[in-house]
């Protein structure tokens, strides 16, 4: 196998476009190596998820980059950061912790990035276009990418992501090519009341099932009684991105791709077929909830980030309501979707309710969480998924009326009825 | 002693010695490994709680988070990161990783991709030893190397 360059991917690679894209190339080519792609393709597009401060090392790629001149040469959002530079001191946040942090943040957007700070950059006016070519990062815009918009990508990796940005250009391999976007498991969805359906806490926890029983293989979903929303849809994929490796997933009669179930299989047959019953969800939802007590310190809600649509949900249900004095409530959202939940009016109900916001980052890339924050609660499985192990905190998984109903209550309530049978 | 050897594809080359760590669950390095000490803490992982630091770790793939490739950068510079990773598959993340360690740092971690009856075979704690061929020498002592399908199975 070997990979063959043009022209412009030789010059690039031997200098002629500045240090930064060598180095920028040189990744690329042992990486389109090590993946037996066997050429290299322009992309139109690219999302950063390098911006995330994990430490020093990834500091280090970013501000070689920088040093060394580095340009995005093709239209590139930044994904979350791990500062809030508005709220941050008004939370846990160690200052020389931020100040690294700020510094990432810098040396990305000195590249000609566009400064989204958002893991939701698909409810952008960023947002790609069906079979658009992109390299993204961040497991759930990429699975939203794929499945939902029919972009495609490969389930980059940071640190990869910004590579593609600067060179304008990704291996020709995975979910690039039409062959490898055919499903590979069918989900079977087996009397599945449509009350459920609608309901917003069906799709993480049939997400996280998803991502178990898939690992990295693309599921189909058959069976659905009605046709979700946006914001379902990106629920259903950031969950089975956390569970499992799901890069993208396809719905019959509902993601571009899978207009009919050969169409979906690309006339293959499913490698196998599982039936997803209420037994199965119930298995589901008891696993996203980790903890040993009704107990309750913090709501978090907004990952990935909030939308416009989401501000409009919970509004109504603030409205005119006070959270307990002991809970905390938060919600996580990127600045430009923030404004736009202001102009709409939404913000001044949720002050009043006591809700806090935090924009371009979240409670999982920014060490925010004071001490006394044990016992979380969140509508989203992938805050659900990663607080025990990455934060060391208990949580407990519900609708966002039960997150609402229980910040009110001062303690963990769910309503059990859509679960009942 | 019984030994076995296992010829793997290594996609980055080098060599590595330690105690295997073992697992068919694959792993989400972030929420899933403490880079300051080397402990997998994905509390939903069977190998949770054990340090991963000079092992060599054995799991099929990344699973989850894209910054699964940052936090073993951020491992390799703390030097907490397994001596080598055993896979089943060439796996983007982790060879990242070790690319870009080696741009930074010279100091890639080696990575082999084995079959999946091959890595069926390894338990953890036997002794490891990777050469820079991708040849895996397995040393198991009290135990039979080859254990029942079916344990393999239920796992």
New interface residues.
Partial sequence: MTLSLNEKDREMLHGDHGLATK?SM??LV??AE???AKELLDISGAHI??T?Y?????L??AE?LASLGARVTVPTTLNVSGLDEYHWQEWAVPTDWARQAHRQMIAYQSMGTIPTWTCAPYQTEMKPSFGQQIAW???NA?VFANSVIGART????????ICCAITGRAPAIGLHLTENRAGRILLHLRDIPKALQHSDDFYPVLGHFM?RAA??RIPVIKGMGITPNEDQLKALGAAS?????VAMFHMIGVTPEAQTLESAFQGNQPEETISVTMDTLHESRR?LT?TDSEALDMVVLGSPHFSLAEFRQLAPLVHGKQKHPNVRFLVTSSRAMTQLAKQAGFLDVLQAFGAQLTVDTCI?TSPMLPPEVKYLMTNAAKFA??A???LGRQITFGSLKDCVASAIEGKVVRDESLWKN | MEKLVIQGRPFITGSASGLALVSREPLSFWGGYDWKTGEITDRRHPLSGLVGKGKILAIPFARGSSTTTAVLLEAIRAGTAPNAIITTSTDFFFALASVVADELYSAPVPLVAISEPDFAQLRTNDEIEIDDKGKITVRRSQQRIIATETTNRRE
């Fill in positions: 180095m040189s990744i042992r990486m090590i993946s037996d998820d390098s995330v994990i430490g020093d090392a990834g280090e790629f070689r990062g961040e497991s990429i490969e389930r980059y990796p940071d640190l990869f992501d991502g690992l990295d991105a956390s569970s499992g490796a696993e980790r999982l998924y990663y025990p192990g990455l």
